[in-house]
């Protein structure tokens, strides 16, 4: 019940996520000024065909011969000189894949899941995480490029023979002497001082949680950012702190209702559907935030919106 796809490290990503979740570490000092907002944007520009996007990326994509059966293509989006995804449904499930510049993870997903391997397909080495012997993410380098298959993670996922005939089927383009394995970029913290001493700078928690959550782990990124997740039962909520001005929620979802809603000095962007919101995502000075309830759950209205945004900085 947990999906929190893009950081991108697009974030962090870029969190991209780079690529769309990297964010280049800057040197700073001291906290940003709270005045200092913007909205903002959703990087990814609408595409007809994979030529649109390839133009738009500056790189080709060769998609996949095969795919599960029962999935049909939804979507082509891509960000500007960095990445392409594409997005498959069977029913209300959901089948991403992303190439982007670069080596980092560009899942989008950070959920903790309790098989972390490594398969290999050809000549490449594949980090794949998922349950119960099913993968719900699975991300490899090949050359200077990086990719990534990921479903949605309250679906059961894929067997390992799906991705691997995913994965042998997209024709391998760059320097393929270079396969690395990605390594997952977070550090688990006992503390959030020891998230802030690994991020390098402070975050601050809301006092009071929707009614329910409580904290669940604090992770961090070296440098970058730092992700504290709180659960209600099979609900979850993330709040992440990174560095830059990008959307670090990773959650690259279409919503039907994308609105701007002022908080103190903060423009602050939401994501979401019948009313309630799903992501929220601003900036205020030198560093971004986002709250993320899952694409999966019924959202959080706008005044408990609200309220979490006051309490964080």
Known sequence: MKKFIVIALSA????SFAACTN??????????AEGDSQQIPNPFEDCKTIAEAEKTAGFTFVLPEKIPEGYVQKSIQAIKNDMIQVIYENGKKELLIRKAKGKEDISGDYNKYSENNTMTVGSLQVSTRGNDGKIKVAAWTDGEYTFAV????EDEGLDNTAISDMISSMKAEGDTKEKVQIPNPFEDCKTIAEAEKIAGF?????EKMPKGYAQNSIQAIKDD??????????KELLIRKGKGSEDISGDYN???ENNTMTVGSLQVSTRGNDGKVQVAAWVNGEYAYSISAGYDEAGLDTTVISNLVRGIR
């Open 254 to 256: 279409k919503y039907s």
């Open 202 to 206: 402070t975050l601050a928690l809301p």
């Open 150 to 153: 990921s479903v949605n993670s």
């Open 23 to 32: 964010i280049p570490p800057k040197q700073i000092s001291g906290q940003a």
């Open 225 to 234: 950012l730092v992700q504290v997740f709180y659960e209600n039962g099979e």
């Open 12 to 15: 962090v990503m870029a969190l």
